[in-house]
């Protein structure tokens, strides 16, 4: 629509609008997960632009670990106080009582109770009937063939036996009572597009994302940041000054963190040119095994 | 910092916002083994982006599963569900960005699997271009008749063959040549605006994005130079006007906005647009988007219109071109692709999404189902999984389209079954069956019974079938010649003469036999709005098209006269020498001799039996049109008596 963006992003621009109107219009209680992290607030630049001059007409849902990076929650509270959104925190309080933690329990058990789990409470909780994610079909092998708006069971369980066929821009929006449908508008972006049009369209990120000396230790060959006294230390550790930034946020201790000079938005996107690992090299969970993506999202992890 | 790294640096940063053309999406397919995952590996491994974590994970991957020994398996990259993987066959559309520093693209790579040609008609639904993969060694198979006829069929308009494994056949021009020169037979009829042939090698790298050394005789681009510079767009901003509207804004009582993608056309302030159902007019008066008001809006831009007079216009309503509006119809001809495990059930109410509008629909008739390898008609009483077919829809109410041919979006549906949800079927209209509502009101002044009445007539459509040489063209000259004496206003429309005119451009493939015979159709109907009594000559050898013809005309109208002459008897007579070429094997599909002629079942009227005469068979046309009083009953008629 405006002249700073490139014809591809502007390609993606009104595609993106138009899933994020069609959803709108055609379910009864849609709900925006934002997750903090660039993507969501790309997801989120767009839902506003889409219903311009008009406000958001659904809320939005961040499901809170409390592991989070304390940088990532005073950022989204003072995104959402700015432009006077509608936010849900959810945590899950059994989770919580059960003392579930990423040190404690392992990232896959923290992962499954935290995340996966405590979503579906959410979804289940407030009955929403379609949820907005941030995810791109460029992440990860198994996404490549995600749809656009992906059905999930009662149980929330995604089938990719029994996907709907996705043609033109129609989608199938019907589902029975109980069901839900995730909906990604940014599938067809990809890290690099987000970046640029987070800088053309000047959307403001988490500092985190920028390099800055932070205190870090070596977990398993990852940079881990020591954001609070959670993080047990090895006995005679010490966190060490590094400079350092992160390429996708999640829980910290389990955010792997790249030896980095990039400050800037053009910083990092110079730096992405020259870059020769995936973004989602960073994130823990992903490690496991192969094929360990596809399985998480069929338990209903997003 | 030294000035010429600065540059290159500059260089790379301003190509994203700089590329020329703009995104690519396109589509591979091809049978199993062909290569496409591979292809697809290579084409992100050439553009780096395969990161090295992702390379490490391919390595171990490439022992585990792969199937080409030592080497990195790229098909591996691709390939995404568990599942697929251990079976070896892509069983999903797997949608993949990635882009050079000329273009950007987004490929479809869909499975070329028999059963699976559902998820191929999604691919390319979204695409502009079809890579289509073939086998060196293998050279054409049906698969790929029927890849193309799909690609064809859901409008892609731009085709590249990709002549995979051309190292395994020793890089030989000759095995090429002769592929590409098959393909372009076969695919002559489906009339692509542009069909290239490019020799390639997935594994090795061999013409993709560098010209191979290996191939010295094959003198055109690499596949990526050549993806790079096609110029696909089908200009959609040269179409009239269309935005089906999503979604009313309404933040304010002062503010009533109405939200939408363009479909087609552009549209700026101050424009006169027309609500395509109702017919209600009015203008644009800002075009608003969050980055401020726009003088004009284009193709494809997702904009909120508001307008100079409070119009009811809703979620579902159609903005077009007064001068150039979209059809309106309740019942319409499509091609349908069936989705589904569970047949179409004909009768059955399913939920059209057409545009931003769901309505209640059903496929009242299957008129026959398209063999997609092969192009043949077959009768058909319902569609399964994976089977496309031509057929006839009702809907609860009139909608507003376009033929798919001239709009990809607004003559696109989707079929949803009410109790599962599931897609049923995907849809791809042809044209309206009925005018269902009068929005040009004024047309209706006159209408068509009173343009009869003043000739004394009904109008009507003498429709006479059959074989070659069995005497329509001369019956149906008699009983004009003798209806003219009368005083009887006619038409005689001929098929050699129509095919010499107005159909000039079609061939005999089964399409174009099909269109052939909806062109006479329609003129047919416009002499019958006339108040003409039209006489057609036409072989019309499927039941399908001839019942499509009676559709489109009022209840009463069509008056189907099979002239049933013993094959024997024609090919005995042979006015034109055809039977003789046809038998030689010098003309195909000949009707009678290599292609069936469906008799009807329930004509009104069956001459040519027996040893009558040309002049009595006429008589008996002329006596059918007395009796049932579409032409007035002459007394000093007796010249004329039998």
Not at chain 2, 370 to 391: R, S, Y
Not at chain 2, 408 to 425: C, K, Q
Not at chain 2, 520 to 525: I, L
């Amino acid at each position: 629509m405006n002249s700073r963006v490139s014809p591809h992003l502007r390609q993606l621009e009104a595609e993106a609008i138009f899933i994020i109107r069609e959803v709108a219009a055609e379910f009864a209680r849609p709900v925006l997960l934002y997750s903090i992290g660039k993507d969501s607030g790309v997801m989120l630049h767009l839902a506003q632009k889409a219903f311009y001059p008009g406000k958001l007409p659904f809320p939005l849902l961040h499901v809170d670990t409390t592991w989070k990076f304390k940088e990532m929650i005073a950022f989204r509270d003072a995104t959402a106080a700015r432009l006077g959104l509608d936010l849900i925190v959810y945590t899950n309080q059994e989770g919580l009582r059960r003392g579930i933690s990423p040190i404690a329990s392992g990232s896959a058990l923290h992962t499954q109770v935290m995340k996966t789990e405590a979503l579906r409470q959410a979804l289940d909780k407030y009955r929403f009937d379609a949820a907005f994610g941030g995810a791109r079909r460029d992440e990860e092998k198994s996404r490549a063939k995600e749809r656009i708006f992906s059905h999930r069971s009662a149980a929330h369980a995604w089938d990719p036996r029994n996907q709907r066929p996705e043609l033109w821009r129609l989608f199938n929006t019907r589902i029975k009572p109980g069901e839900s449908m995730r909906v990604f508008p940014l599938s067809n972006w990809t890290e690099q597009d987000v970046w640029e049009y987070t800088a053309a369209e000047s959307i403001p990120v988490v500092p985190l994302y920028f390099a800055k000396e932070r205190p870090v230790v070596d977990r398993d060959g990852m940079l881990i940041m020591v954001d609070d006294e959670r993080l047990p230390l090895k006995p005679g550790e010490k966190p060490r000054l590094e400079r350092v930034r992160f390429r996708t946020l999640g829980c910290y201790p389990l955010s792997g963190a790249i030896r980095s000079d990039a400050a800037t938005l053009d910083d990092i996107l110079a730096e992405m040119h020259d870059a020769n690992t995936s973004e989602r090299q960073g994130r823990l969970i992903d490690h496991d095994e192969t094929g360990s993506m596809e399985k998480k999202k069929r338990e209903g992890y997003f | 910092m030294n000035d010429a790294v600065e540059i290159e640096i500059l260089e790379k940063r301003a190509a994203p916002g700089g590329k020329a053309l703009p995104t690519l999406r396109f589509l591979t397919c091809g049978s199993v083994d062909d290569g496409k995952s591979t292809l697809i590996g290579r084409l992100l491994y050439e553009q780096q982006l395969i990161h090295e974590d992702q390379l490490a994970a391919l390595e171990r991957d490439s022992k585990k599963h792969g199937t080409v020994g030592p080497n990195i398996d790229f098909a591996l990259l691709v390939d995404g569900l568990e599942a697929e993987r251990e079976q070896g066959i892509t069983i999903d559309v797997a949608y993949r960005a990635f882009s050079t520093a000329n273009r950007a693209f987004i490929v479809a790579d869909t499975p070329g699997h028999e059963q699976y040609t559902r998820n191929m008609a999604t691919g390319a639904s979204n695409s502009d271009l079809a890579v289509l993969l073939i086998d060196s060694r293998k050279g054409l198979l049906s698969q790929t008749h029927r890849h193309a006829t799909i690609v064809s069929l859901l409008g892609i308009r731009h085709v590249v063959l990709a002549v995979n494994k051309i190292d395994l056949v020793g890089y030989d021009q000759a095995v090429f040549e002769k592929i590409a020169a098959d393909f372009a037979a076969f695919a002559a009829p489906l009339e692509f605006a542009t069909c290239v042939a490019i020799p390639i090698s997935a594994r090795f790298g061999d013409n993709i994005s560098q010209s191979s050394q290996l191939t010295p005789w094959y003198r055109g681009p690499s596949l990526v130079a050549y993806l790079e510079t096609i110029s696909v767009e089908e200009d959609r901003s040269s179409l009239p006007f269309r935005m089906p509207v999503q979604w009313v804004n309404r933040p304010h009582l002062d503010f009533r906005g109405f939200c939408g993608t363009i479909a087609s056309g552009e549209i700026r302030p101050g424009d006169e647009i027309v609500v395509a159902l109702s017919g209600k007019l009015t203008r644009v008066e800002r075009i608003l988007t969050a980055d401020g008001d726009l003088d004009v809006a284009r193709t494809g831009d997702s904009v909120t219109l508001t307008l100079a007079d409070a119009v009811d216009i809703g979620r579902g309503s159609v903005l077009a071109a007064p001068q150039a509006r979209p059809d309106v119809a309740d019942q319409l001809a499509a091609n349908l692709i069936w989705m589904s495990d569970e047949k179409l059930a004909p009768g059955r109410s399913y939920l059209m999404k057409i545009g931003t509008r769901t309505i209640p629909v059903s496929v009242t008739k299957v008129n026959y189902r398209l063999d997609v390898t092969t192009l043949a008609q077959h009768p058909a009483k319902t569609l399964g999984l994976n089977e496309v077919g031509f057929c006839n829809l009702a809907a609860t109410a009139p909608i507003a389209f376009d033929p798919y041919a001239e709009n990809r979006v607004t003559g696109a549906f989707i079929l949803i079954d009410r109790f599962s949800n599931a897609t049923a079927g995907a849809g791809l209209i042809a044209f309206g069956l009925r005018r269902a509502t009068n929005i040009h009101p004024q047309d209706l002044t006159i209408v068509k019974e009173a343009r009869a009445r003043i000739k004394h007539q009904r109008p009507a459509v003498l429709w006479f079938t059959g074989l070659p040489g069995a005497g329509k063209s001369t019956v149906a000259n008699l009983a004009e010649q003798q209806l003219h004496a009368r005083g009887v206003h006619t038409i005689l429309l001929d098929g050699d003469n129509i095919r010499h005119g107005l159909n000039k451009d079609l061939g005999f493939s089964a399409a174009d036999r099909l269109e052939n015979i909806r062109r006479v159709g329609e003129v047919a109907k416009l002499m019958t709005d006339a108040g003409l009594i039209v006489l057609c000559a036409f072989i019309s050898p499927f039941a399908a098209e001839r019942q499509m013809v009676r559709d489109i005309l009022a209840p009463g109208e069509f008056i189907e006269i099979f002239v049933d002459t013993p094959i024997e008897q024609c090919m005995a007579r042979d006015p034109k020498g055809l039977y003789k070429k046809a038998l030689a094997g010098e003309i195909k599909d000949f009707t009678g001799v290599d292609q069936v002629y469906e008799a009807p079942k329930t004509p009104e009227l069956v001459l040519g039996q027996g040893d009558a005469t040309p002049q009595q068979s006429s008589a008996r046309v002329i006596a059918y049109l007395v009796e049932r009083s579409y032409v007035e009953r002459f007394d000093d008629s007796g010249d004329w008596s039998i």
